[in-house]
Every structure is written in C-alpha cells, then in structure tokens.
C-alpha cells in the first residue's frame, strides 16, 4: 500500500489576492465614465451637428452655448455678447489657460458661429473647442 500524501499547509497565508480589488476598481471606472459624460452636458438643449471623427469631449472650463434663437449661455445663464466679453476677460485674468467649448446650433448661419468664436478669442482664451455629436457611421 501506498502511503497518504502529507502537505504542510499549516504556515501562514503570505499572498494577497488582487484580483477581487481589480475588479471593483474596473467596475468603479466604468460607472465614473458613464455618469461623468451626463455630467459634462451642457444644460441648455442644442441640436449639434454631428461628424463621424468626432473625438472624445474636451475637458473645459466655460462652456458657451448659442441657441437656434440666436441667444448666448455662458456657463448655462443667459448673457449678452457684451457681458460675455467682459466676464471671459475677467476669468482669463484668472486662469491664463482657460478652455472654452463652444455649442451651437447646426441651424445657425454659419457667420453667427464666427462671431461667437472671434468674441471668445478676443476675450483672451487661447484654447477652445466646437461640440459636436458624433455621428454613428454603418460599418460594412
């Protein structure tokens, strides 16, 4: 007969098993991911033109929206050009980097959007971006 197998099991456990807490930290990043987009909306409600090479949306600071009666939002509370001239003035003054994203109506003409973008550079922003949707494109 052969004799039963012993094992030394008895010592203490010195392993830690990651593997559970690498899977919480991945379930905790994806959910961050899709409420933060729903965060980052603009709350005025603008219909975007859409571009399929649209890229992921920029990290921003003020947001300027133009709606399709031709009215200006800063940060969501209706402005004028004006005010928003000299309100963009006052916080580049205190951020030199700010980032703006301007939306706009894809019904706009077309000079209008040039206008609100000449106001956000003249105001001192160096950097800025348009929003668009991104448009979902039939893959073959």
Do not use: C, H, W
Not at 30 to 56: C, E, N, R, Y
Not at 90 to 105: F, G, H, K, N
């Amino acid at each position: 007969m052969a004799a039963p197998i012993q094992s030394n099991d008895d010592g203490v456990i010195s392993s830690i098993n990651i593997i559970p807490f690498v899977d919480i930290v991945l379930v905790l990043l994806i959910i961050f991911m899709v409420t933060s987009t729903a965060i980052v909306k603009a709350a005025i409600k603008v219909d975007l033109p859409q571009a399929a090479a649209a890229g992921s949306e920029v990290a921003s600071t003020v947001n300027i929206v133009l709606t399709l009666n031709g009215e200006l939002a800063l940060n969501g509370e209706a402005v004028t050009s004006e005010q928003a001239a000299n309100r963009l003035k006052s916080m580049t003054q205190a951020e030199p980097d700010l980032q703006a994203v301007i939306s706009a109506d894809k019904k706009l003409p077309y000079g209008r959007v040039v206008e609100v973008v000449d106001l956000v550079k003249l105001s001192g922003v160096r950097t800025f971006a348009l929003n668009i949707e991104r448009k979902t494109v039939a893959r073959k």
